[in-house]
């Protein structure tokens, strides 16, 4: 049965943390599961960013930063999940990363 995100898990997330927003994500796997995420702030942006620049760092940034984002499940939970979906790290990842504005196309006006 796919793990589908309660509003009082919402509703809990906000309350705890009202200065975060918060993402829904759902892979097109079939499965149909919920993932509820923070969108990084950020701290959880810098330290990626740091991450990736280290050599010995850069392979564990991308699931330091989804650990970091996750809700529900708990990071816990969610690497337990994430040994039988490994590519859910990327995946997950790369959406947190857009929602924090990586990416974006900017327009260039010279003046």
Known sequence: MARVIAQGDIDSAKAARSDRSYVVLTPDDGE?????FAVPKIAEYTKFRTMVLDE?????????????????????????????HPGYIESFG???L?????GVNVRVKKV
């Open 32 to 36: 149909g599961d919920e993932f509820l």
């Open 56 to 84: 010995e760092a850069k392979s564990g940034a991308l699931r330091i930063l989804v650990d970091s984002c996750a809700v529900v499940p708990t990071p816990a939970e969610f690497a337990l999940i994430t040994n039988d």
């Open 94 to 96: 790369n959406q947190l």
């Open 98 to 102: 857009k929602l924090a504005g990586a």
